[in-house]
């Protein structure tokens, strides 16, 4: 079975201060890893994803998230917030076999960038 | 283009009513996915299709849920005598490749 646990339930920072919102998962096998970003009244949109290779990846909206396998974790960060990345932000993953669209989310960090 | 679309969006049931959400997914994904999202929690997974085939069904959490996709496009989750519990946002996602879903806006269903 797989887990995600996202450190922070909310996070509040500075419009142009740089963030990171944290996220560990466990599994037993290989995974698969993403960040959403859901605003108020729509649904999920994929900020960023870690299939292979290069472990540092890089999103839209100048996301970018870092796959660390010894520590199971999948940190997301921006150098410097605007006020319209505030959102609910998800991690996820999901597992590299047959059931690779099986998503398994954490419960979510609520960014709020004041200014 | 167009994205996946959800109706309806919003729907009020009295307990022990019976519900059908529909889900019209980006023309030729293959892959279509259910999610239930509880008030501040992430979605959970309630089941799977790949064109018309369901083949995983493990998440949805009673024998009320039921989903079909006749003719591996639009796709419909039905719940039966709908309980309080049942009170969440359900997400459709679909998908070309299995790693990369596109989610719908949600149907917000309230029991009452």
């Known amino acids: 079975a797989q887990s995600v646990t996202q450190l922070d339930s909310q996070v509040p920072v500075f419009e142009e201060a740089p963030v990171e919102l944290r996220c560990n998962y466990s599994?037993?096998?290989?995974?698969?890893l993403f960040w959403y970003v859901q605003y108020p009244n729509q649904g999920l949109q994929l900020l960023l994803k870690?299939?292979?290779?290069?472990?540092l990846v890089k999103g839209i909206n100048g996301f970018e998230a870092e796959f660390n396998k010894s520590q199971t974790s999948f940190h997301l960060r921006k150098p410097s917030v605007h006020i319209s990345d505030t959102a609910e932000y998800f991690c996820?993953?999901?597992?590299?076999?047959?059931?690779?669209?099986?998503?398994?989310f954490g419960d979510g960090t609520t960014l709020t960038v004041k200014p | 283009g167009a994205g996946v679309s959800q109706s309806p969006r919003y729907k009020v049931a009295k307990r022990g009513q019976d519900v059908a959400l529909r889900c019209d997914p980006i023309?030729?994904?293959?892959?279509l996915f259910w999610y239930q999202q509880a008030l501040g929690q992430g979605p959970e997974f309630l089941t799977y299709f790949q064109n018309e085939a369901q083949l995983d069904k493990s998440g949805l959490p009673s024998d009320r849920f039921f989903a079909e996709r006749p003719e591996g496009s639009v796709s419909t989750l039905k719940i039966q005598r709908t309980q309080q519990e049942d009170s969440a946002v359900y997400l459709c996602?679909?998908?070309?490749?299995?790693?990369?879903?596109?989610f719908g806006p949600g149907t917000r269903l309230t029991v009452t």
């Open positions: 870690y299939l292979s290779g290069s472990t």
């Open positions: 996820a993953v999901s597992d590299r076999g047959t059931n690779a669209g099986k998503s398994t």
């Open positions: 599994s037993s096998v290989s995974v698969y």
């Open positions: 023309s030729g994904h293959v892959s």
């Open positions: 996602a679909s998908s070309r490749l299995a790693y990369e879903q596109y």
